[in-house]
């Protein structure tokens, strides 16, 4: 075995070339998750979400109020603009 390719050397396993990174498990990489929040009235509100470097939740982009249509899917109806809180 090479010394580039020795787990010891790298501190990991390094993937040979032509082959790709096992999906990373650190919520770094999965930068902005959706958060869904049914109203009173029946439709849902949805606000995209993201942590910063000192993991702090901060919102990005706007809220977009939706409604369920006849096929179960949701249809914006609203957007609410950015949250500045």
């Known amino acids: ?23 990373s498990t650190s919520r770094i990489t999965r ?11 029946g439709r849902y509100l949805i606000e995209r979400w993201m942590e910063n470097r000192c993991c702090n939740r901060v919102q990005v982009g706007s809220s977009t109020v939706c409604v369920v249509d006849d096929y179960g899917s949701l249809v914006a109806v609203e957007d609410r603009g950015r949250a500045w809180r």
Not at 1 to 23: H, S
Not at 33 to 41: G, H, Q, S
């Open 1 to 23: 075995m090479t010394q580039a390719l020795n787990p010891t050397f790298f501190g990991k396993v390094v993937p040979l070339a032509g082959l790709r990174k096992p999906p």
């Open 31 to 41: 930068l902005v998750w959706p958060t869904y929040e049914r109203l009173r009235d």
